[in-house]
């Protein structure tokens, strides 16, 4: 009987029949640049950090990120791999948020419970005033898409920059674009060694890191095991 340790770490993608022809697509790599055929671009910038990012040849994604000025290494990610339904997450800095409501109810006691002078109550404002003023700067409402198979995020769009409409039409794009490259995947175990291959080459360049890649290729290997068990 094969079990799941039995399986091996190791694929020879030389083994697997990879349908391109079917598939109507010129290989798995990224295209060469000069057959780049751009649909959409939307830029996206937080304090210290800019990307822009660029729609290509219907299932391509550019990221070209600034921080402080020094420009980061391009990254092209295959939408084939991506999930199509994005999790949304909203960081309200809750902690800091805690901190100004306790200074200001510090400030107020110290103006009015107690017999002192209200100049007292000047630096707990101001330091509340900070706290607010930094939770509402790091507010973050952002929309991370992941990898198949895998709760490992590949990249994340911003929910309202540089403005909600712009912002919510270009992840409607991204999602439409998931779901028709998505629909031309081969069923089954013939999926395995094209998307180990795509998040390999997303570890090398960057995009993920060496533990999730890991992570991810034994998340592929447990769900081909278990359709093989069917």
């Known amino acids: 009987m094969q079990t799941l340790s039995d399986q091996p770490d190791v694929i020879d993608l030389g083994r697997w029949h990879i349908p391109d022809l079917e598939l109507e697509r010129q290989g798995w790599e990224p295209p060469p640049r000069d057959t780049?055929?751009?649909e959409r671009?939307?830029?996206q910038t937080r304090p210290g950090t800019?990307?822009?990012y660029t729609r290509f040849n219907q299932h391509y994604l550019l990221l070209k990120s600034h921080r402080r000025k020094r420009e980061l290494p391009e990254q092209v990610i295959d939408l084939t791999f991506v999930q199509a339904q994005p999790r949304e997450v909203r960081c309200y800095q809750a902690?800091?948020?805690l901190a100004a409501s306790v200074l200001v109810g510090l400030a107020i006691l110290a103006g009015y419970g107690w017999p002192v002078s209200k100049l007292w109550m000047l630096p707990p404002m101001g330091v509340a005033l900070g706290c607010a003023f930094l939770a509402w700067r790091n507010y973050q409402h952002r929309f991370e898409f992941l990898a198949l198979n895998s709760d490992v995020v590949v990249f994340a769009l911003e929910a309202s920059l540089p403005d909600r409409q712009r912002a919510s039409q270009f992840r409607?794009?991204?999602a439409q674009s998931i779901q028709c490259a998505g629909a031309r995947l081969p069923e089954g175990r013939a999926r395995l060694p094209l998307a180990i291959a795509e998040m390999r080459r997303l570890a090398e360049i960057g995009v993920i890191s060496t533990q999730d890649y890991?992570?991810?290729k034994r998340n592929w290997f447990a769900l081909s095991f278990e359709q093989t068990s069917e």
Request: charged share 40%.
């Open 214 to 216: 890991e992570q991810i």
């Open 36 to 38: 780049w055929r751009v």
């Open 50 to 52: 800019s990307t822009l």
């Open 41 to 43: 671009r939307l830029r």
């Open 95 to 97: 902690r800091l948020w």
């Open 172 to 174: 409607e794009e991204i």
